[in-house]
């Protein structure tokens, strides 16, 4: 097959979540057979020079890019919020230079499949419709307005909060008009394929979460550092913000009495100023910024946390852990979508005390927490392999394509 992926961003590196998500599928679907062609937004946040692309990718994948400015702008905001019913969050993703190189593209080539990596490029639907034949697929990363209802319930402030609800209500209705609009639906996780499920979708539906090749990076036992604690994850993201606040502010003090030479190491990229100084005003926090190797990080450091409250679809970052065997302690929101099996191979907790007790109690039994370890790394090969994943995906494409 012949397959385009439109994103909306370049997923390289794969340093969060969604690249993660894209790339490897893009991997997966190459390691099979298939051409895979990625045209994506080359953003003002997510810039990469695409001399750094390595060459084993460039082999797999055949990237194309259209640079757009997504940059966040308080006069084009109000602009937007005065005069607009659509979210702001997505018009900075319709862009006409976008358009323009999709069927220059879509003239040039013919394509089997056209699989859109989250909701803002449905909006290019449309364009695809008058220039390809191609069966049109919407991998649905998360339930886009979920994340600001969420957001906007945790925010104190009454006008980020009155503005993250019409924020909301804004993709939510976006959401709702694309339904359908699409030939395939590909949700990440079980529970989004029942929400659109129950809003009306009437398409074909194939759950492919995010995969993980097992091979390609063994657990190493050896290096891990104990005890000790760990965060790893895009910074400028705010559930992530609002989850760290919530473990330095609410956890860690406790910790600290037990464990008064526990370290919390913590990397990310575009951390921004006040939250480096968060980090910087609290006993043994250790921020690394955006680091280089992030399996490396990983596999050094012990305990990973994942204290989540709002957001949606699924943490990438939990698997990615859990593959290289970290116990990982989470809460209800960070664990959805992943269908594991808490006390056993992931520890969930939303009461700060409980959440501070469970880490307590793996710092100070190293049997316990190598065990779960080693049974997340289990559980990662039984449901989230990127080859089966893969082959999975590909072998629906195959079966609506004759169709």
């Known amino acids: 097959m012949k397959i385009l992926q439109l994103t909306n961003k370049i997923p390289y590196p794969p340093k969060d979540g969604g690249a993660i998500a894209t790339l490897n599928i893009s991997r997966g679907l190459a390691n099979l057979g298939h051409q895979i062609d990625l045209l994506g937004m080359n953003t003002s946040k997510h810039y990469i020079d695409f001399n750094q692309l390595p060459e084993d990718l460039t082999k797999q994948v055949t990237f194309h890019e259209v640079k757009v400015n997504t940059g966040i702008s308080i006069g084009d905001a109000l602009t937007n919020l005065i005069f607009s019913s659509m979210p702001y969050n997505a018009v900075r993703f319709f862009n006409d230079n976008f358009t323009t190189t999709l069927i220059e593209l879509l003239k040039k080539e013919q394509f089997d499949v056209i699989q859109l990596e989250g909701l803002y490029l449905t909006y290019y639907i449309d364009a695809i419709r008058r220039h390809s034949n191609a069966l049109i697929s919407f991998r649905a990363h998360n339930i886009e307005h979920e994340i600001w209802e969420r957001t906007a319930k945790q925010e104190k402030t009454l006008f980020k909060r009155w503005y993250f609800n019409i924020l909301a209500r804004r993709i939510r209705s976006f959401e709702m008009s694309m339904i359908n609009q699409y030939d395939l639906l590909i949700p990440i996780t079980a529970r989004d394929a029942a929400y659109f499920q129950f809003f009306g979708n009437t398409k074909p539906v194939h759950i492919a979460p995010a995969g993980f090749d097992i091979s390609g990076s063994p657990v190493q036992h050896e290096k891990v550092k104990f005890p000790s604690v760990f965060f790893i994850g895009t910074l400028d993201w705010f559930p992530n913000q609002e989850g760290l606040l919530w473990f330095i502010e609410k956890v860690w003090p406790g910790l600290l009495n037990f464990h008064p030479n526990l370290v919390f190491n913590v990397a990310g990229r575009n951390a921004p100023e006040w939250l480096k100084r968060v980090f910087n005003k609290n006993d043994n926090i250790h921020f690394w910024g955006e680091i ?26 939990i698997i990615e852990g859990m593959a290289l065997g970290k116990t990982i302690v989470t809460t209800s929101i960070g664990a959805e979508g992943i269908n594991v099996s808490p006390g056993e191979d992931i520890i969930v907790e939303d009461d700060e005390y409980k959440f501070m007790l469970r880490i307590d109690e793996l710092l100070r039994n190293r049997p316990l927490f190598e065990e779960m370890g080693k049974r997340a790394v289990g559980f990662v090969k039984d449901n989230y392999d990127n080859h089966q994943i893969s082959l999975s995906l590909a072998d629906f494409y195959q079966q609506h394509l004759k169709a």
Not at 292 to 311: E, K, R, T, V
């Open 292 to 317: 280089d190797d992030a399996y490396q990080f990983i596999h050094q450091n012990a305990i990973m946390i994942a204290p989540l409250f709002s957001g949606s679809g699924m943490r990438v970052k």
